[in-house]
């Protein structure tokens, strides 16, 4: 797997800086994709719910500020 793994990086590095915009905007993209994947199955199964009992405790006791 390491050699893989060095074998992307040195291909990588001879990227086109166009190439390389691409690659790191495809990057940005499915980190974004994973995260939004996670927060959904976070939700689901319960795990944030502690965030939304919070935030209405803050609410009752006019804790929340107006953005």
Same mark, same amino acid.
């Given at each position: 797997m390491a050699a893989n793994v060095e074998a992307i990086k040195a291909a990588i590095e001879a990227l086109s800086e166009t190439d390389y915009v &691409?690659? =790191?905007?495809?990057?940005?993209?499915?980190?974004?994709?994973?995260?939004? =994947?996670?927060?959904? &199955?976070?939700?689901?199964?319960?795990k944030l719910d502690f965030l939304?009992?919070?935030a209405k405790k803050e609410k009752e006791q006019g804790m929340l500020k107006a953005l």
């Open positions: &691409a690659l =790191r905007q495809w990057f940005s993209e499915k980190d974004w994709e994973n995260w939004d =994947r996670q927060i959904e &199955a976070d939700s689901k199964s319960g939304i009992a919070e």
